[in-house]
Structure formats: structure tokens, C-alpha cells
């Protein structure tokens, strides 16, 4: 079955590090440049990074707001991707997705991300 | 970082035609941009309807379709369902950061 699986969510204090994992399945993840994406309680879809194939170069884009506090990674023989969050504020509050751009258009199902004290 | 617009709210008739606009603020959008449609019901993650400005995935229903108009990207509803009744978001590719659009409120009514 072709999906894509978030886990690693939940609370964390302000100032405090989170790493979110995404576990592809059901295409060659090795090809896929990545992409997550997030959404706080009640607001709009916001980009905030996307990871290449490393046969593309496996470079990474951040959104400004996240820029130097989150890293994403891919370790393909697990075909997994992460998101390393530190430095967490209260406006990083959100649901985050992985997902796959282009022609296979999918989503995981989220999980939530709540950085209060 | 480019800011990407949409139209807040809209409102189509059952069985009418509705067209949904994505604008960029670094000037027109063209099919570099590779446009993306989403639709997100209440409760539910997104799903994704239309990629690299035209192209549907196999869920995409028929009456929805995707192109560039004056400058923008678009998406068309033609025999609008209430089943579509949803947000919408468009995603536009820049070289550096892709930007999303703050997303339509689509009401059938």
C-alpha cells in the first residue's frame, strides 16, 4: 500500500527540541524529494521544507519562520524522513504532514506538534 | 518569500460552474510554478487535486479541472456537488521556499 506515516508528536516546552519521523511506503522512496508541510489549530496549510532525492543533490529548502531551527533529513534504507525541531515556540502549535509532491500527490495523516509551558 | 493569494470565500450553486484563483506576488504564475490544487473537508488531512498546473490524479473527480488564467493559477469547478463544499489551498514552487495560499472557503449553496 502506497502511504506515508508521521509519528513523534506530542507536548514540549517552549525552547525545547522535538524530532518527527515519516515513514514512506509502497514507492521508490530513494526518487522522492520530500516535503513537510503544517497547519496550526483553526489556520491555513503552511509550507515549511522540503528535503531532494540524493541523486537530485538530497538539498533542503526551510520557510523563513522555521529557517535555522528545523532540519530535515532522509535516511533511504529505512525510507524514512525526519524533522528536527528545536528552539520550539508557541507558533510552531500544528498539525505536521509529510508529504509527496508530483504524480503520486500523497499525504500522511499528520500528528500533532503542541509547544506550550 | 512570495506571498501566494486566493479568493477568502466563495459561494457556487449546486450544479454551477466556480473559478478559484492563485496569485503570486513576484508577478504571474506560469507553469514553472508547477501549481498545485488541495482540498481539505473539516476534520480530514488535505488531499491533493491537481499538480503541475493541469494534471489530475486518479481520485480526482472529472468536474474538477486545473489551467492558467490571466496570470493566475486556477481551478475550475463545473457542476459544483455539496460534497465539494471544502477549503482549498493552492502551493506554488519557487526555486528557494514553496508558498502556499492562504486558502478559499468554497460553500455550495
Given at each position: 500500500e502506497v502511504q506515508l506515516v508521521e509519528s513523534g508528536g506530542g507536548l514540549v516546552k517552549p525552547g525545547g527540541s522535538l524530532r518527527l519521523s515519516c515513514v514512506a511506503s509502497g514507492f521508490t522512496?530513494?526518487?522522492?524529494?520530500?516535503?513537510?508541510?503544517?497547519?496550526?489549530p483553526g489556520k491555513g496549510l503552511e509550507w515549511v521544507g522540503r528535503i531532494k532525492s540524493k541523486t537530485?543533490?538530497?538539498?533542503t529548502d526551510y520557510a523563513a519562520p522555521v529557517q535555522g531551527r528545523f532540519t530535515i533529513s532522509r535516511d533511504d534504507s529505512k525510507t524514512t524522513v525526519y524533522l528536527q525541531m528545536n528552539s520550539l515556540k508557541t507558533e510552531d502549535t500544528a498539525v505536521y504532514y509529510c508529504i509527496?509532491?508530483?504524480?503520486?500527490g500523497l499525504w500522511g495523516q499528520g500528528t500533532l506538534v503542541t509547544v506550550s509551558s | 518569500q512570495a506571498v501566494v493569494?486566493?479568493?477568502p470565500s466563495l459561494t457556487v450553486s449546486p450544479g454551477g460552474t466556480v473559478t478559484l484563483t492563485c496569485g503570486s506576488s513576484t508577478g504571474s504564475v506560469t507553469s514553472g510554478h508547477y501549481p498545485y490544487w488541495f482540498q481539505q473537508k473539516p476534520g480530514q488531512a488535505p488531499r491533493t487535486l491537481i499538480y503541475d498546473t493541469t494534471n489530475k490524479h486518479s481520485w480526482t473527480p472529472a468536474r474538477f479541472s486545473g489551467s492558467l488564467l490571466g496570470g493566475k493559477a486556477a481551478l475550475t469547478l463545473s457542476g459544483a456537488q455539496p460534497e465539494d463544499e471544502a477549503e482549498y489551498y493552492c502551493l506554488l514552487l519557487y526555486s528557494g521556499p514553496s508558498v502556499f495560499g492562504g486558502g478559499t472557503k468554497l460553500t455550495v449553496l
Open positions: 522512496f530513494s526518487n522522492a524529494w520530500m516535503t513537510w508541510v503544517r497547519q496550526a537530485d543533490g538530497g538539498t509527496r509532491l508530483g504524480a503520486t | 493569494t486566493q479568493e
